[in-house]
């Protein structure tokens, strides 16, 4: 385990589960990511209600790959087993992996979520385990996890935990 530091850190193991998952892209621009990330959620929670799906954990945001060309990420919803297969083109089921993880917690609006993002790029790079900016690029796929509904808890409440897999190598 790495050393304490003032940035919520930890390292955690993440179980697999079952997942409803949407596909997504947009541009780099923060405000385009927020807005494509909503619309996967308007999409799941369609979804949701056409084929009765019971949600069984938060959410996650996978990043994919992000860079200056665009962003491709995978909303997931963790859900309960499903009586039958999903027929639906616009809507994957499948496990997803186990994983070994740096989790790091952003507290408050999504729209700050870059600040802890800098502050998690420092301390990696502090600890020997990112050179550069460039290195995110081992860390993918990335995930953030939402712990509350921003429809019902104020911005300041908000919590977000980040994963980045253990990159051996």
């Known amino acids: 385990m790495l050393p304490a530091t003032q940035i919520e850190f930890t390292e955690a193991d993440v179980a697999s589960t079952l997942a409803v998952q949407v596909h997504g892209q947009s541009n780099p621009a923060p405000a385009s990511i927020g807005a494509a990330i ?41 859900v309960a ?18 994983a070994h993880t740096y989790r790091f917690t952003h507290h408050g609006p999504y729209r700050e979520v870059m600040r802890t993002y800098g502050e998690i790029t420092a301390f990696m ?35 977000t935990h980040i994963y980045l897999p253990v990159w051996r190598g």
């Open 38 to 78: 909503e619309t996967a959620f308007a999409t799941l929670d369609e979804l949701r209600s056409r084929h009765a799906l019971r949600f069984a954990g938060p959410p996650r945001v996978i990043y994919n790959s992000y860079g200056a060309e665009g962003v491709s990420f995978t909303l997931a919803m963790p």
């Open 81 to 98: 087993p499903l009586p039958a297969p999903v027929e639906d083109p616009a809507l994957e089921v499948k496990t997803l992996p186990a």
């Open 125 to 159: 790079k502090a600890q020997g385990l990112m050179r550069s900016d460039a290195d995110w690029a081992r860390y993918m796929p990335m995930w953030e996890e939402y712990l509350n509904d921003p429809k019902t808890t104020p911005e300041s409440e908000l919590v």
